[in-house]
Nanobody, 119 residues
Framework: QVQLVESGGGLVQAGGSLRLSCAAS????????MGWYRQAPGKQRELVAT???????NYADSVKERFTISRDNAKNTVYLQMNSLKPEDTAVYYC?????????????WGQGTQVTVSS
């Protein structure tokens, strides 16, 4: 099992920055991909960014050039640096970890952290 705890959300004005953190505990050695997703009111949960254990990253088009995902494998922590925030970035942000086993994989989600960007 893997437990994920997010932190760093809050209220910020448009153009501001926030840094989210997600710390994993439990069976962390088998975690491959970690990432951030978000869900705005009335909308489906969507991908924000992912990063593999080796450091390969993937971003949603809407956040490219503004958000940066990074990872500290020694601390089992993934970060999301969010710059130039826009009101449309307002959402609950969820951390996800994918645990890769020999013949299967499992997904784990954090409890979410609220990010609110005021105009």
């Amino acid at each position: 099992q893997v437990q994920l705890v997010e932190s760093g959300g809050g209220l910020v004005q448009a153009g501001g920055s926030l840094r989210l953190s997600c710390a994993a505990s439990g069976s962390t050695s088998s975690i491959n991909t970690m990432g951030w997703y978000r869900q705005a009111p009335g909308k489906q949960r969507e991908l924000v960014a992912t990063i593999t254990r080796g450091g390969s990253t993937n971003y949603a088009d809407s956040v490219k050039e503004r958000f940066t995902i990074s990872r500290d494998n020694a601390k089992n922590t993934v970060y999301l640096q969010m710059n130039s925030l826009k009101p449309e970035d307002t959402a609950v942000y969820y951390c996800k970890a994918v645990r890769q086993l020999i013949q299967s994989s499992s997904e784990y989600w954090g409890q979410g952290t609220q990010v609110t960007v005021s105009s």
